[in-house]
C-alpha cells in the first residue's frame, strides 16, 4: 500500500493554473499561458474563460463549490463593491497587478466613410437619454451637421464588460458633461442613478447591438457592413489594422504612442487580481506572474499583439507589488 501510495504521490500531475473575466485581456493571458508551458513542459496550459470583467468577477469573489478561479483578468480596475463580495466570501488578501495599457477604440472598415468622431458626438448617438430624453437619432448626421446621413450602428460588448463600462466612463461622460453643463450637478445627487440614466445609459433600439465577448465577431461584421463601426479593445483594432481603422476621438487616433501618453480618450489599464492564499497553494501561479510582466515589457511578446506597455516606473511598482505580495486595500477603490 505505501509504494502505491508514493507511485501516486509521483504521478500527481500540477494543477492547471485558471482565469476567467475580460475578453480584452484574454489573448495576452493566453500567450502567456502558451509560453509558460513552453517554458516548463510539465505544466498543463492554463484554463482561461472570457466571460467579461463583471462575470469574471463574480466567479473569482464568490466560489462556486469552494472552488474560484486563481486570476482574475480585467480590463478596468475591481471596485469596492466586488472587493467586499471577496472579503465576505473569505478571499482574503488580494493582489491587483497592473499589466499594461490598453485604448477602447472605435473601428470602421477601411472601405466605409472616415469618420471623425468627438465624444459629445457618440454621447448623442449612443445614450438612451441625451439632454434628459429620449434618442430619436437615426443618422449620425441628426447628431453633427458635419458628419455623413448614414444610420448609427455600432457593435459592441454587453453589459457586465468592463470593455463596455469603461465605454460609459470614459466617452459617454465626458460627451454628456460637454453636450449638457447641467449634468455636473447631477454628480452631486445623492442618486447616482439620475446621472447614469441621463449620461452613461447606452440606448436599447438597435443602434448600439451587443455582440457578446468574442471580438472575432464584432470584427467580421464590420468587413461585411463598411458602414457599422465596432467597440473593442485597441489590441483587436492592430491585428485587424489591414481592415480595419481606429476613429479618432475629439481628433486623436488610436495608437500605441497616443494610448501610453494618454492623450486618447479612451485610455485605460488592464489588471489581473490574484489571492495572495493561492501563491502558496500553487507555487506554479507566482512564476507564471513573473513571465506574465516580463513579457509585457516595452518590446516583449505581448506588445507585439497589441499590448501596449506601462510606463517604467509604473512596471517596476507592479513587480514590487508582485514580489513583496503586497495585498489591495478597499480604500484604494472607488
Known amino acids: 500500500m505505501l509504494a502505491a501510495l508514493l507511485l501516486a504521490s509521483c504521478n500527481t500531475s500540477p494543477s492547471a493554473i485558471t482565469a476567467t473575466g475580460s475578453a480584452t485581456v484574454f489573448p495576452f493571458t493566453r500567450a502567456v499561458g502558451e509560453a509558460f508551458v513552453k517554458k516548463d ?58 499589466i499594461g495599457l490598453d485604448g477602447l477604440a472605435l473601428a470602421a472598415s477601411v472601405q466605409g466613410p472616415k469618420l471623425e468622431l468627438t465624444s459629445q458626438d457618440i454621447y448623442l448617438a449612443l445614450a438612451a437619454n441625451p439632454r434628459g430624453k429620449p434618442n430619436t437619432a437615426r443618422t449620425w448626421h441628426d447628431v453633427n451637421a458635419r458628419l455623413p446621413a448614414i444610420p448609427i450602428l455600432v457593435l459592441g460588448h454587453p453589459k457586465g ?8 466612463a470614459l466617452i459617454l461622460r465626458v460627451g454628456c458633461l460637454a453636450a449638457m453643463p447641467q449634468a455636473s450637478e447631477l454628480l452631486k445627487s445623492p442618486d447616482p442613478s439620475q446621472f447614469d440614466v441621463a449620461c452613461q445609459r447606452v440606448r436599447t433600439d438597435g443602434a448600439y447591438v451587443e455582440k457578446g465577448e468574442d471580438d472575432a465577431e464584432i470584427v467580421s461584421a464590420l468587413k461585411q457592413n463598411p458602414n457599422a463601426l465596432g467597440l473593442f479593445g485597441y489590441a483587436r483594432l492592430e491585428q485587424n489594422a489591414a481592415a480595419l481603422r481606429g476613429v479618432p476621438i475629439d481628433g486623436i487616433t488610436p495608437d500605441a504612442k497616443t494610448i501610453s501618453g494618454g492623450q486618447y480618450p479612451g485610455a485605460r489599464t488592464l489588471f ?30 505581448l506588445t507585439a499583439i497589441g499590448l501596449v506597455a506601462l510606463p517604467d516606473g509604473t512596471r517596476k511598482k507592479a513587480a514590487e507589488a508582485l514580489e513583496n505580495e503586497y495585498p489591495l486595500e478597499a480604500s484604494e477603490l472607488s
Open 41 to 98: 513542459k510539465k505544466q498543463p496550459m492554463p484554463e482561461i474563460a472570457a466571460v467579461g470583467t463583471g462575470e469574471g468577477a463574480r466567479a473569482f469573489c464568490k466560489p462556486v463549490n469552494g472552488k474560484a478561479p486563481d486570476l482574475l483578468d480585467a480590463s478596468r480596475r475591481m471596485t469596492r463593491v466586488e472587493f467586499n463580495a471577496c472579503n465576505a466570501a473569505g478571499a482574503g488578501d488580494i493582489l491587483e497587478i497592473r
Open 161 to 168: 464588460s468592463g470593455t463596455r463600462e469603461m465605454f460609459e
Open 272 to 301: 489581473l487580481y490574484v489571492r495572495k492564499a493561492r501563491l502558496k497553494e500553487l507555487p506554479a501561479l507566482k512564476d507564471f506572474l513573473k513571465l506574465y510582466l516580463q513579457m509585457a515589457a516595452p518590446g516583449g511578446p
